[in-house]
């Protein structure tokens, strides 16, 4: 089996929250995709709710989009401390940083439940797991520790 960049990454030195480049694909007609780690919290010392996760990925999927070009995807880690970022293209750790600074900002400070997206049972899989009020409160733990850009010092954007 292939070795996963994420499992050989030791999760007892990073410091939470940050962003950090885990890898950057080149494609066949130069084409660059690049994978992001966005760690919310920090790793086997604490996971967020499902409920306030699963809308907090459902906002963060169009607020990096307004923030970030190139974005294709941003998915919850199973662990429930995170989120993978997928690109198009490049964007340094810091842009990326400021993006996510950004969404958790307006998160913690304007998001009304008619902001989110995909809330219903045409539009989720599993609609009924929300929580807005989560989404808040730990989008303002996440910013009051501030997010850093590099994953083992804290260098807060």
């Not at 995170?82 to 810091?94: D, Q, R, V």
Request: glycine content about 8%; hydrophobic content about 35%.
């Amino acid at each position: 089996m292939a070795k996963v960049e994420s499992f050989t990454l030791d999760h007892t030195k990073v410091k939470a929250p940050y962003v950090r480049l885990i890898t950057e694909e080149n494609g066949t007609k130069g084409d660059v995709i690049s994978n992001y780690d966005l760690r919310l919290v920090q790793p086997n010392e604490n996971a967020i709710p499902t409920a306030g996760l699963h809308t907090i990925e459902h906002l963060l999927a169009g607020l990096l989009r307004d923030r970030l070009d190139g974005v294709i995807d941003c998915s919850p880690f199973g662990c429930r401390t995170g989120f993978h970022l997928i690109t198009w293209g490049e964007h340094s750790t810091n842009e990326v940083a400021k993006a996510l600074k950004g969404a958790l900002n307006e998160i913690a400070t304007t998001i009304t439940w008619d902001d989110v997206q995909g809330t219903d049972i045409y539009s989720c899989g599993n609609y009924r797991d929300h929580s807005l009020f989560s989404a808040k409160e730990w989008s303002k733990k996440i910013l009051d520790e501030g997010i850093s850009d590099e994953p083992f010092e804290r260098h807060i954007v």
